[in-house]
């Protein structure tokens, strides 16, 4: 289990402008100016601590963790802010060259893309009002549960809810799911456990939510590239590994997230 530490002055740029190099991976190097073609990178901006808005800065573990792999690599990035769903369908028409938000690799995710190493392991947890009477999973029988369209906790919401007799409602942004429980339009929701310990973390007066003991599912966390670009995925890697070698990643990773 992990604790999540506010990470509270780090300003990361939206735009990334990292490197002179010529490119390896997704991008190609222009011919005529030797410079690389600049990465378009798919995220949302609203998952904190992996990637949200502070002031008008994107930040978050996630964008951190990407910007470091391409100033490793002498890549160029930019940000391209889209809805979570939206992500993938990105990828498959090569909108975009890779996409990074906190994403479960699964089966059904590898027939359609290709995947980095993972960075991070995740799990799927459900929360509810820090004063709901919903102890157990047992007690969500006839209850209303919350989740994000097209993620992964939106599949073990509805396990959750066949199993228990809940109902799912599904929402397309992933802050949305804390307001409805914490203003009794819903009485639960999922989402990736790091969120939950980041909003009980977080909160600034009292506790408003709390996490239900029972993890419904782990699962690592990696980059997303289209399918068949096994150059992108392998200069991804190699900068992966040298930020776990020289310690920058420990460096991102303390901002953000602390083991107990």
């Known amino acids: 289990m992990k604790n999540i530490r506010a990470a509270a002055g780090i300003v ?22 030797g410079s690389p073609e600049t990465l378009k990178m798919g995220v949302i901006n609203n998952f904190p601590p992996f990637e949200y808005m502070d002031g008008d800065e994107l930040v978050g573990f996630d964008i951190e963790i990407v910007e470091a792999i391409l ?13 979570f769903d939206g992500l ?16 479960s690799v699964n089966e059904e995710r590898k027939s359609v893309v290709d995947f980095s190493d993972a960075y991070y392991e995740d799990g799927q947890s459900l929360a509810v009002a820090a004063d709901s009477d919903i102890k157990t999973l047992a007690d969500l029988k006839g209850k209303t549960i919350v ?15 066949d199993e228990y007799g809940a109902t799912v409602q599904t929402l397309t942004a992933s802050d949305a799911l804390f307001l409805a429980v914490t203003s009794g339009q819903a009485d ?11 909003r009980m973390a977080t ?12 993890g419904l599912e782990s699962a690592p966390t990696a980059i997303a590239v289209p399918k068949g670009n096994e150059e992108l995925v392998a200069t991804l890697n190699q900068g992966l590994k040298k930020i776990r070698d020289n310690g920058k990643y420990d460096e991102i990773f303390s901002k953000y997230l602390s083991a107990e």
């Open 188 to 198: 639960a929701l999922v989402i990736d456990t790091s969120s939950i310990q980041y």
């Open 147 to 161: 989740s994000t369209q097209g993620t992964n906790g939106n599949v073990q919401a509805q396990k959750v809810a």
């Open 12 to 33: 990361a740029s939206a735009a990334l402008v990292l490197g002179l190099a010529g490119c390896t991976g997704g991008g190609t190097a222009d011919s005529s100016s």
């Open 88 to 103: 993938i369908p990105a990828l498959q028409s090569n909108q975009i060259d890779l996409a990074v938000s906190d994403i």
């Open 71 to 83: 100033a490793e690599e002498g890549l160029v990035g930019e940000w391209q802010v889209m809805g």
């Open 203 to 214: 909160d600034t007066n009292e506790q408003t939510v709390r996490m239900l003991e029972e």
